[in-house]
């Protein structure tokens, strides 16, 4: 018997502690060569995080340990290592039960030590799991199983002569149909159970079947915006993740009814999956006696068992596959999103748009705090324009106002248009800077608890104001504070998991915020929360202490603070800055436990740190001979990097996009308008721009560079400002089609080419009458659903391309993505 089984039936802490081993060898091994490491950097990573590490700390300031794996290195380890122990819990489980029903042998013991994900684990554990009675299991306790082993062992034999003598009314068996039916369960149960086999099958769908859709009878016209999967075909294997999304949003709705179908072109009398059945069973149809009998045994095994379950794997490893990316893209552009470029501590005004109800105006000074509100109608129906310039520029005056941040919502070119009006009256020398400010999510933080503690005596309207002005300032510090699901940089966010979802986004905010640290006497407790070691309820204790005692004069001072002990300190005191602290390392990010090696190089300089700190003192010093054993190569090049830098922000240098003027509404665009934009979205056919008419426009993936792009991120991502062509305007669908691409006929044509032999763009499937149909469509209840619509917008669904423009095939396939925003 294998130690598998020794150890299912035993407590053993031995034998457990060296099963253990095995299984920790086992993972550490695959992870290794998933992520592209050697598996002792996995076993010392797995090793801090049981130790409580947390991701940020491991990457900053245990490189040694970790071989230098970076953030994404580490939090796909963290990702692998949960999937790998659920898988591993799972696998004792299973060999638990099969043991306990004195079924384990040496031979299925080993097949489930190899088996490498939990559908092959599964396949193996089918013919034990505890099931309802079946038709099968009926059969057998009726005793007809003998005449199933009968007719497969030997043709020859007759099945309607052999099953007489089975037939037992009172066991339910009244005649030899019945007898036969009883019989061919027991052997299309048998088949089904068979894991080599259904694995073959699974992976013969996975290569060859194909996802087909059609509209549900009836549907036609409410799931219009599902248009383009109305008779939709498409490789299982091929399926981009927003598609996949779509048609499986488009069955929940109830207008699509999908297929996985394999094969359906094969004219020959026996499928090759139904071939695969039979080969592993040993039949073949030779014209005697029971070869029919078996063959529609073989036919039904796959049409009413195997079929159907490799169907719902395959589909839901089709949605496990597309939630994944989903998840990554939402991650990608969200990082994005967090570490765009601050406008600095300046006082700033936040306006708010808005028609009917006025434009909310919140003054926060440098540090964020909201001093001063307004409410200005410029709009109909008061059109007080003079009045509210009149309110802006005693605002603007009285608190030195240096930022304008207008929320690009409803009235925002509105708003804008009036903004420039009022800084022609103000002297150059004291006229601020106005930027247009992504608002997504802003009501959504008005609205909460955290947002009426911060400011409990403002209405919930100007709340917005501020936050707008808020995120112009910090956009990390602000950010935060809303659930990063509302901030609308994501595709189908609403559709994936949201266990998966909320961890991969909690791991992208806790990286940004620690790559970028923060100051400890300033930050608010939701922005201290995502440091390294800090929970909720610690960063409150950090701003209670902060509140009451004053503020911190150096990073020692935390292990004072309510329920902050050393671990906690250890995690966090690298991440934390204190300016003017009494000592100046405080205010970089060398972490405490490097001190007396930070001090040991400034020694070797012969200047006073303060000297030292933001000069090229060091250049001369070789960091080779500050190593020892407890601090390798890579801390103290990092310690050097830090001292002639301390406390250096990694985000990019603020700047902004200047709209056009004159161009305010989708009807002002005409095709070959130069614009310039900023990046909204970033998915994987292509890039959202914001060119201020209140409707992104779409960069196709094949129209974001003069040569071939695979993957739009590795060209833009969110926040960054492009210069963009427009080629395409539907305003009755509210589409925009843009191009990065250079004005050259040549060069599009070539992307086309490249694009083709490749197999289509990303955003194609395999329309109606074999026409190229792109899948996609507007977000609230189309197909795509990429989230971040602005107030008040909707849209239809998809537009095929018109193959007879050249010119205007790759602006037709973007346009077929675009989305309106919220």
Same mark, same amino acid.
């Given at each position: ?48 995080? !049981? ?24 939090? @796909? ?72 082993? #009968? ?36 052997? #299309? ?15 013969? &769908? ?55 179908? &394999? !094969? ?14 039979? *080969? ?55 990082? =994005?999103? %967090? ?11 936040? %306006? ?12 926060? !000074? ?8 307004? @409410? ?14 009149? @309110? ?17 919502? @409803? ?17 150059? /020398? ?80 806790? *990286?940004? &915020? ?75 990010? &060398? ?37 020892? /054993? ?67 426009? %779409? ?11 695979? =993957? ?7 926040? !960054? ?8 305007? *539907? ?73 007879? =423009? ?17």
């Amino acid at each position: 018997m294998s130690d598998l089984t020794s150890v299912a039936s035993s407590s053993s802490p031995a034998k457990a502690g060296k099963l253990s081993a095995d299984i920790a060898l086992r993972i550490s091994q695959r992870i290794a060569s998933e992520i592209g490491c050697a598996p002792g950097q996995v076993n010392s990573t797995v090793q801090l995080l !049981d130790e409580g590490s947390t991701v940020p700390f491991i990457a900053r300031y245990r490189k040694e340990a970790t071989g230098g794996l970076d953030d994404s290195q580490l939090r @796909t380890l963290e990702e692998r290592l949960i999937y790998m122990r659920e898988m591993e819990d799972r696998r004792k489980a299973i060999v638990k039960s099969i043991d306990e029903q004195g079924k384990l042998t040496d031979e299925l013991a080993k097949q489930i030590t190899q088996a490498d994900s939990k559908a092959s684990l599964e396949d193996l554990y089918l013919p034990y799991k505890k099931k309802r009675r079946t038709k099968a299991q009926i059969a057998r306790e009726a005793g007809i199983e003998p005449l199933s082993d #009968m007719l497969l062992g030997d043709p020859n034999k007759t099945p309607e002569r052999e099953a007489v003598n089975f037939v037992d009314a009172d066991k339910g068996f009244a005649d030899t149909k019945a007898v036969l039916d009883g019989a061919r369960q027991i052997l #299309m149960e048998r088949f089904s159970e068979n894991a080599q086999l259904v694995g073959k099958l699974r992976n013969y &769908v996975a290569r060859q079947g194909a996802v087909k859709s059609e509209v549900v009878a009836g549907k036609e016209q409410e799931g219009a915006k599902f248009s383009d999967y109305f008779g939709y075909s498409e490789n299982w294997k091929n399926i981009p993740s927003h598609r996949a999304l779509a048609l499986l949003r488009g069955r929940n709705e109830g207008v699509l009814a999908l297929d996985l179908k &394999v !094969d359906e072109d094969d004219v020959s009398a026996v499928k090759p999956v139904e071939r695969m059945i039979a *080969d592993a069973a040993g039949i073949e149809n030779n014209g005697r006696p029971a070869d029919k009998w078996l063959s529609d045994v073989v036919r039904w095994t796959w049409k009413v068992k195997i079929g159907l379950h490799v169907e719902l794997d395959l589909m839901s490893e089709l949605r496990d596959r597309a939630e994944e990316e989903a998840i990554k893209v939402f991650a990608r552009n969200l990082k =994005d999103l %967090l570490l765009a470029a601050p406008a600095g501590q300046r006082a700033t005004l936040g %306006l708010d748009p808005g028609i009917r109800t006025g434009v909310k105006v919140a003054v926060v !000074d440098a540090t964020g705090k909201l001093i001063d509100t307004a @409410t200005i109608y410029p709009f109909q129906p008061r059109n007080d324009i003079q009045g509210s310039l009149a @309110t802006l520029k005693v605002l603007v005056a009285k608190h030195q106002v240096s930022l304008i941040a207008i929320g690009n919502g @409803t009235a925002s070119r509105e708003t804008d248009r009036l903004a420039a009006d009022l800084l022609k009256d103000i002297p150059s /020398e004291h006229r601020p800077t106005k930027v247009m400010v992504n608002e997504a999510g802003a009501s959504v933080y008005s609205a909460s608890a955290l947002a009426a503690k911060e400011m409990p005596d403002v209405d919930v309207s100007l709340r917005g104001a501020a936050s707008i002005g808020r995120r112009l300032q910090d956009p990390l510090a602000e950010l935060v504070k809303i659930e990063p699901k509302s901030i609308g940089v994501g595709q189908y966010q609403h559709d994936v998991n949201q266990t998966k979802l909320a961890r991969s986004l909690d791991g992208v905010v806790e *990286d940004a &915020v620690n790559a970028v640290g923060v100051d400890l006497n300033t930050a608010s407790a939701p922005l201290l929360a995502h440091i390294s070691g800090l929970s909720d309820s610690l960063a409150n204790a950090v701003v209670d202490y902060r509140n009451t005692v004053g503020a911190f004069k150096n990073r020692r001072e935390l292990l004072k603070v309510a329920r902050l002990g050393p671990k906690a300190y250890e995690q966090c005191a690298g991440f934390l800055r204190i300016s003017d602290g009494t000592n100046p390392l405080d205010a970089s990010s &060398v972490h405490p436990e490097a001190y007396p090696l930070a001090k040991k190089i400034i020694k070797a300089c012969g200047r006073d740190i303060r000297d030292i700190m933001g000069s090229n003192a060091l250049a001369n010093l070789d960091p080779k001979e500050f190593t020892d /054993e407890k601090f390798g190569l890579p801390t103290v090049k990092d310690i050097f990097s830090e001292l002639e830098k301390p406390g250096r922000d990694p985000r990019p240098e603020f700047k902004t996009a200047s709209f056009q003027e004159g161009v305010e509404t989708i009807k002002d665009l005409k095709p070959g308008m130069m614009l310039e934009g900023t990046v909204t979205n970033v998915t994987n056919f292509g890039a959202f721009v914001d060119i201020g008419v209140h409707q992104d426009g %779409l960069v196709h993936v094949s129209q974001i560079a003069d040569r071939f792009v695979d =993957d739009p991120h590795t060209v833009v991502k969110a926040g !960054d400002i492009v210069n963009v062509r427009v080629v395409e305007v *539907d305003v009755a669908r509210k589409r925009i089609g843009l191009t990065m691409r250079k004005d050259s006929a040549e060069a599009r044509e070539n992307a086309r080419e490249r694009q083709a032999e490749r197999g289509g763009h990303r955003g194609q499937g395999n329309g109606r009458a074999g026409n190229p149909r792109p899948g996609g469509g507007a977000r609230g209840g189309a197909p795509h659903g990429n989230g971040s619509q602005k107030k008040g917008s909707h849209g239809g669904g998809s537009k095929p391309a018109d193959s007879s =423009d050249t010119n205007a095939m790759a602006a037709a396939l973007a346009a077929a993505f675009n989305k309106p925003k919220r």
